[in-house]
């Protein structure tokens, strides 16, 4: 476990969620973890009680959780007892952290929460949060103490709650794509979840935030790699297949070398994610590579998907032919979780030493 071929830790807790019934964007997106032989559910199960066998110490430098489509974060070894057999056996969470006003901007967020008694009760407006109508828990993000220019992100808390909730409306979006999933404007009104159940310290919720940040981007580089890829098998068989000249248009070079062009990329993509993943199973900092692997990995797999469409021809522009719809999906990554600018800015700072400039 642990070697860079095999991000182990990663790919056993995610895969679990991937054992969908439907043709569902989860299936066609976790080919890497496919490659990389995922576990049983059974092996999952064993490798979860192993998890709680171990001494707290240990199993504190194992406390992030990470899955796709919810969100994870530095737990208590009392919450993760509470809450991690729910989350490993297909349990749905969702992250609400986007507002409408501060955007990319987190740190200047306004829902708030506020002690009464022995509960928190959390007001605001959350924007384009996925899963809320399907899931069982939200974490919500909320300032339990004013915004501070001198010190950003203090004041910040992570609070976890159930749903359904009266308290907690949910107005669904039309998308582009992506269309697996909800992705709602929710309105927090007088939300209360108890008092212990905040993650992390209180008004010290970035920390937590922070090491869901780098697995989510792994999770979705891989993702984003496993479409691309699907997107140039499926390019290549209809190439091989489709003659309108007599010959198959997959014996053409002008064809022939985006393709091939967009695997380079997709398996240079692939070895930033392999990277930024074992960085990450070894607890070392992976913030750069894992940046990296997700700018990479978006970037390839639109352009995959973009040139699959191409060889498609007018039936890749058919909602029936299937491959449009990854094309649609990927655009995704290229502004969430994080978009190709904040990447960037991001990149520009910590690996290029240049001034921040947001
Ligand atoms: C389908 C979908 C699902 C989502 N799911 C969730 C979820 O479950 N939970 C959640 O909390 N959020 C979720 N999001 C929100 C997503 O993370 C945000 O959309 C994203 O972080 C960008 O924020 P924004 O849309 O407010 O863009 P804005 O901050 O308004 O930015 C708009 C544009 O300006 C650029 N920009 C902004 N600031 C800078 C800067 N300083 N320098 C250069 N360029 C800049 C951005 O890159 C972007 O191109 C989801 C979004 C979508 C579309």
Known sequence: ????????????????????????????????????????????RTRLEGFFRMRKRDRG????IAFYGGNFMGMTSEQQEAY????????????????????????????????KDDRWVINGQKVFISLVQNSQRIVVMARTSPYDPQHRTHGISLLLGDLPDDAVRAAPFKKLGNHFMDTNRVYLTDYAVPAENIVGEEGKGWGPLYDVLNPERIILAA???????????????????RSPWGRPIGSYQALQHPLARARVHLESAKLKVYEAAWLYDQRRDCGIPAAMAKYSAAHA???????????????????????ERHWRNLRLYRMSPVSDEMTLNYLAQHDLGLPRSY
């Open 301 to 323: 797999a639109l352009d995959a998907a973009d040139w699959a469409i191409q060889v498609y021809g007018g039936a890749g522009y058919v909602i029936d032919s299937g491959i």
């Open 1 to 44: 476990m642990g070697s860079p071929s095999h991000p182990a830790w990663i790919v056993p807790v995610f895969l679990p969620h991937l054992g969908c019934p439907h043709r569902c964007i989860f299936c066609d997106q976790h080919l890497i973890a496919r490659e990389a032989t995922p576990p049983t559910p059974d092996e999952v």
């Open 223 to 241: 993702a984003a790699v496993g479409t691309g890829n699907l997107c140039i098998r499926k390019a290549v068989e209809y190439g091989l297949e």
């Open 84 to 115: 991690l057999p729910g989350l490993i056996t297909g349990e749905m969470w969702a992250g609400a952290f986007t507002e409408p006003e501060s955007g990319s901007n987190i740190a200047t967020i306004r829902t708030n929460a506020v002690l």
């Open 61 to 64: 430098r194992r406390r992030e």
